[in-house]
């Protein structure tokens, strides 16, 4: 019994209202409900029932949520029109005002006549009076705990047909029936969380890949407890922290990159203690550590422990409910039950996860020891193809690599086709493979995939469809940190990559980069051994001779050879005039002198003191284009390395464009520079030489004409007083011979007429000799010189000459031949002399002289006479220019004397060399500027 103490009247329960018949039937019909635990079966019991003790038409089961007013659910219907229980067309055929009424406020209803009744004038629609034909409605509210969970409403299209006895049985039935559905439906959401649950621990134990496992777990317990994000945290392998394996906010996974300790935060709590935890609210929590504040903020949290075999692997979260209810007892139920299978799968993960790993790592450890045997690149990158086909069982792959010390060469794409696998042809396979390594390749971890769950990029599909290639992955080769090819795999047909595929494809590649690494770096010491042998020996050769032109000449040789060039070229820098001179190339044909500033890559290299690699010429403002075009030479790529010695700048040496239209790399710059330091020293030492030897030979020249000229002296001397003598006798005996002629004339007698024949000849003798004397003495006296040139004196001594028809004379003349100062009679009278000289030797047998003029390396001009005739005498040869001594019958031995007289007046210089096959006289003359 209550009392309503706004209306002063007690108000009797129901069950106290009721007949006694009545009163049977509602223990009856308690009894009946209380033995039905199927919740449908029961909805259907309870308004049939309804129906059948108030004597309505049509009856209604709603079950609503209890924060709203609105019906959310038809749980049982009855009567016409009411067949399906599709909540929007059952509304229009009920009272929605009284139904809503209920709902809000709670209470019973009865209603006698709806048109007329006062707490609904104004609410109740039109339609509702007159096309839904209600008059008569009871009303009561379903509670459980006092919250309303639905309501049952029966109506009758006549007015007055239920009255207080029918609402105090329904309502008395009502209450019971609430509380059967309560339990009803607690069983029922336990069925269903149990079902649930077993459906989610199936669907996350039959997967074996990790990351699907850990994305599933989050996904189910997301949706499975209505939150917004789940996470779990694992132990990381030193079991010290908690890292987040996997997370998932709105449906989309997201990444956490903090770490906690173990023993940190409400997740770290759950993991220390091996107990489950729920908060409400997380701020007013001390242990909150604020772990997982990434784009949202966190409100409430569920965390329960993931363990296996007594021992906590990690926890497993879920964060802000969604719904107004907050996290309880039977959640941290649900949750725990469903981490066991959790745990379970993500175990089951590992192992297999490791097993895989097991399996690849016994696979990659076969190709690596298959791949270490060998330190040929070429065997490598075949049989690394091969590998990579029978590991991954895929139709096609191919590999392509960039010769790494050049990154030029590129070794030509392999293809690798299994057995029966003919579809793309190897051509259009190729073509593609091309495209890829050249256009695709990717860098670093990156991989390119097209499959079933990655489609091709839109620039890249036509390719594809061209080759008829449906799915393919390009993985890059890395060698000492740098892509340096790439790793590709082909399947004409739809296929989608597995992450055990990828993986071990990513570990094939790694390990085709390693043994490739060491097969450089063989080839690498190879080279370096035969390079430092080979600069070894020209190191023997450079500095084993002091000739500069053979120092030169091993330079280019041994560039040529190490580098593989096309042309070398030695700059030295000439002292006196600050040029930089091209002194030896190979080529031998070019002249170049560069004045100061120098110009062109050599003159930058000798300026700056640093080396020069150029790869394209004609895009370098350096080049002198000029060179290329006066000799006919195309440099299309030049190293240039400075010529050093004690830090001074010599020279340098440049290479012009190595064969087979290779580029120039750093290693080839390292090369030369390391030749150079052997050249440089060679070369320094060969120039010391060789002005030593030039000063020695100065010297000697200078002693031997010292001695010479004391020679001449002495000698003409002892001339000039046999000339003096002789003079005097032979001027006596030609006055004798002029008196004996005139007393002749005076007075012929026969005496004196018999000797007029022989004092003739007398008198010619004596002037002949007179004339002789004088030639003698004349050569010793000195001349005026003046420039004079050497092909007008030559010109005038070949026309002086008497030319026999068997003596023919080839003339070479140079075009350079410089001015020399001399005396032009003289300097006639020795190319006369030693013309004549070779013209009486061959004038009875016949022959050729040659006759040549050039500016030597010294800027002399140089005149060579060269017979083919008998030669001279070997015992006279080392006499030949002393006077007196001749090869001639009859000779006198004046005319050689009198040569090297003159040439040595005009500071020069004259040697020959004479076989019995010809002789050779070379005249050396200084020009005017070196002889001022």
Not at 267 to 292: I, K, Q, Y
Not at 507 to 529: P, V
Not at 646 to 657: A, P, S, T
Not at 846 to 856: A, M, S, V, Y
Request: hydrophobic fraction near 40%.
């Amino acid at each position: 019994m209550t009392i309503d103490v706004m209306n002063k009247r007690t108000v009797l329960a129901p069950e106290q209202n009721m007949p006694l018949e009545r009163l049977k039937s509602l223990y009856e019909l308690i009894r009946r409900m209380n033995s039905v635990v199927d919740l449908p079966d029961l909805l259907e019991f309870v308004i049939d029932r309804a129906l059948n003790l108030t004597g309505g038409r049509r009856g209604l089961l709603l079950l609503a949520d209890s924060q709203q007013d609105a019906p959310q659910q038809v749980a049982a219907v009855r009567g016409d029109e009411l067949e399906k229980k599709d909540l929007e067309r059952i509304l229009k055929f009920v009272s929605t005002t009284v139904i809503t009424d209920v709902l809000k406020q709670g209470e019973t209803r009865l209603v006698l006549d709806l048109p007329t009744d006062q707490r609904y004038e104004g609410r109740t629609s039109r339609d509702t009076l007159q096309f839904k034909s209600v008059r008569s409605v009871l009303a009561v509210p379903l509670k459980t705990q006092s919250r309303p969970v639905g309501l049952i409403y029966i109506d009758h299209p006549r007015k007055s047909v239920f009255g207080q006895d029918e609402l105090d049985f329904l309502d008395a039935f009502a209450s019971q029936a609430a509380q059967a559905i309560h339990r009803a439906r607690q069983h029922q959401r336990q069925i269903d969380e149990l079902t649930q649950l077993n459906e989610l621990s199936r669907s996350v134990v039959k997967v074996l890949d990790l990351n699907e496992v850990l994305t599933r777990i989050v996904t189910e317990v997301t949706r499975m407890l209505n939150v917004e994000a789940s996470s779990v945290l694992l132990l990381d392998e030193t079991a010290s922290y908690l890292e987040f394996a996997t997370s998932v906010h709105q449906g989309r996974r997201v990444k956490f990159p903090t770490r906690l300790k173990k023993d940190e935060g409400i997740a770290g709590w759950v993991m220390s203690h091996g107990e489950p935890l729920f908060v409400n609210d997380v701020l007013a929590d001390t242990r909150w550590f604020g772990e997982v504040e990434t784009g949202f903020v966190t409100q409430s949290l569920l965390c329960v422990p993931l363990q296996m075999d007594g021992r906590t692997v990690g926890v497993l979260e879920a964060l802000n409910k969604k719904s107004p209810h907050r996290f309880d007892q039977s959640d941290i139920t649900l949750l725990s039950a469903f981490a066991a299978s959790a745990t379970i799968a993500i175990e089951n993960a590992r192992l297999f996860h490791e097993a895989r790993q097991a399996r690849q790592l016994r696979a990659l450890n076969e190709i690596m020891l298959k791949l270490s045997s060998t330190l040929d690149l070429h065997k490598i990158l075949t049989e690394g193809l091969a590998q990579t086909g029978s590991a991954l069982k895929i139709g096609a792959a191919a590999i392509s690599m960039v010769h790494p010390p050049t990154q030029t060469n590129l070794l030509s794409t392999r293809i690798f086709r299994e057995p029966g696998f003919e579809s793309p042809p190897q051509a259009q396979l190729s073509q593609l493979a091309g495209h890829l390594f050249s256009n695709w390749l990717p860098a670093g971890d990156d991989i390119l995939m097209v499959d079933t769950a990655h489609p091709a990029p839109a620039e890249l599909a036509g390719n594809l469809a061209a080759a008829g290639v449906a799915a393919l992955t390009l993985t890059p080769i890395e060698v000492n940190g740098n892509v340096s090819g790439g790793l590709l795999i082909f399947s004409s047909t739809p296929h989608s990559y597995s992450l055990e595929e990828i993986s071990l494809l990513s570990g094939i590649s790694r390990i085709i980069g390693l043994a490739t690494q060491n097969a450089i770096i063989h080839m690498q010491a190879q080279e370096q051994t035969i390079h430092l042998k080979y600069l070894n020996e020209i190191g023997g050769l450079l500095t084993s001779s002091l000739e500069l032109d053979h120092v030169l000449r091993v330079i280019i040789e041994g560039v040529n050879a190490l580098l593989q060039t096309e042309l070398t070229s030695v700059f030295l820098i000439d002292e006196e005039t600050n040029e930089l001179v091209l002194r030896y190339s190979t080529r031998g044909d070019a002249d170049i002198r560069l004045p100061a500033p120098w110009q062109g890559i050599a003159g930058w290299v000798a300026t700056h003191d640093q080396p020069a690699l150029v790869n394209n010429t004609q895009s370098d403002a350096r080049h002198l284009r000029q060179i290329a075009v006066e000799t006919g030479y195309q440099a299309h790529s030049i190293l240039c390395v400075p010529l050093k010695v004690e830090g001074q700048i010599i020279g340098v040496v440049e290479v012009l464009n190595k064969t087979g239209g290779q580029q120039f790399t750093e290693t080839h710059q390292s090369l030369l520079v390391a030749l150079t330091k052997w050249a440089a020293i060679a070369l320094h030492n060969a120039r010391l030489f060789d002005e030593r030897v030039q000063a020695y030979r100065r010297l000697s020249d200078e002693q031997q004409r010292r001695i010479a000229a004391e020679t001449r002296g002495a000698m003409a001397a002892i001339i000039l007083d046999m000339a003096h003598t002789m003079n005097n006798v032979v001027g006596a005996i030609r006055a004798w011979a002029l008196s004996l002629e005139y007393a002749l004339q005076d007075t012929p007698q026969a005496t004196l007429a018999e000797h007029a024949k022989a004092i003739t000849q007398i008198l010619k003798n004596t002037e002949e000799a007179l004339r002789l004397m004088s030639n003698m003495t004349g050569p010793l006296e000195q001349v005026a010189v003046a420039p004079v040139d050497v092909h007008r004196c030559l010109a005038a001594a070949v026309k002086s000459c008497w030319w026999p028809d068997n003596v023919h004379l080839l003339p070479t003349y140079g075009k350079n031949v410089p001015p020399v100062e001399a005396n032009s009679e003289r300097l006639e009278a020795v190319f006369h002399n030693l013309l004549s000289n070779a013209i009486q030797v061959m004038a009875g047998t016949g022959g050729e002289i040659e006759l040549t003029t050039h500016r030597n390396a010294d800027g002399w001009a140089e005149i060579t006479i060269a017979d083919n005739g008998p030669g001279i005498p070997p015992e006279i040869r080392e006499r030949i220019f002393n006077p007196g001594v001749s090869g001639k019958n009859g000779g006198l031995g004046i005319g050689l004397w009198l040569v090297e007289t003159f040439i040595h007046q005009f500071n020069g210089q004259i040697n020959f060399t004479s076989t019995e096959h010809g002789t050779t006289f070379t005249v050396k003359l200084p020009p005017v500027e070196m002889a001022k």
